[in-house]
């Protein structure tokens, strides 16, 4: 099976900040990553798809990069519904995974 | 409105079985894959099954083959999971997700989940 990795695991920060969160694959995947967003007693929040792909009603600040190993997600200026728990998920296998998290609190 | 609507939630033994159900409304449930994953309390998000639009084909994560069934009633616009010899360490939210099949992949509509706790 194909192993997610996220970092960091959490992460403090402000209204207005850039956040940056780093997730890679044990193996290539090319661009077949999905960026959820959960709240706590939520159900996850789909965000982007194909590694960069922004879900129809995704606000603009989220965006995704990477292909191959290694991707991202960042948000150009945290907002106050953004403190959540972030999850990405590889589907290039039949046997799809999501990375452990990372939850970004309030700095 | 898109959404999956679930039920069949609850506590049961260890050893026993349980059947979890997803009705899908306002979109064509025989076009899509459909997703179970499960969130055991203060964890991740674990992928456990999917089944593709026609149920002809299903795949299972290893900690729940050969005790998990997933399956659908496209005429009823119904998926199914059918949990059988639970264990303690299936207590978790369980969400049904529709898959973007054909159009980019990832899990774009989410069930409300439904709680399932084993325990004697």
């Known amino acids: 099976d194909i192993q997610m990795t996220q970092s960091p695991s959490t992460l403090a920060a402000s209204v207005g900040d850039r956040v940056t969160i780093t997730c890679r694959a044990s193996?290539?995947?090319?661009?077949?990553l999905a960026w959820y967003q959960q709240r706590p007693g939520q159900a996850p929040k789909l965000l982007i798809y194909?590694?960069?792909t922004l879900e129809s009603g995704v606000p603009s600040r989220f965006s995704g990069s990477g292909s191959g190993t290694e991707f991202t997600l960042t948000i150009s200026s945290l907002q106050p519904d953004d403190f959540a728990t972030y999850y990405c998920?590889?589907?290039?296998?039949?046997?799809?995974?999501f990375g452990p998290g990372t939850t970004v609190d309030i700095k | 409105q898109v959404q999956l609507v679930q039920s069949g939630g609850g506590v049961v033994q260890p050893g026993r079985s349980l059947r979890l159900s997803c009705e899908a409304s306002?979109?064509?449930?025989?076009?899509?894959?459909m997703h179970w994953v499960r969130q055991a309390p203060g964890k991740g998000l674990e992928w456990l099954t999917n089944i593709l639009y026609d149920g002809t084909i299903q795949y299972y994560a290893a900690s729940v083959k050969g005790r998990f069934t997933n399956s659908r009633d496209n005429s009823k616009n119904t998926l199914f999971l059918q949990m059988n010899s639970l264990r303690a360490e299936d207590t978790a939210v369980y969400y049904c997700a529709r898959d973007r099949t054909g159009t980019g992949g990832g899990m774009d509509v989410w069930g409300q989940g439904t709680t399932v706790t084993v325990s004697s």
């Open positions: 306002g979109f064509t449930f025989s076009s899509y894959t």
């Open positions: 193996q290539s995947i090319s661009n077949w």
């Open positions: 998920q590889q589907y290039n296998s039949y046997s799809l995974t």
């Open positions: 194909k590694a960069s």
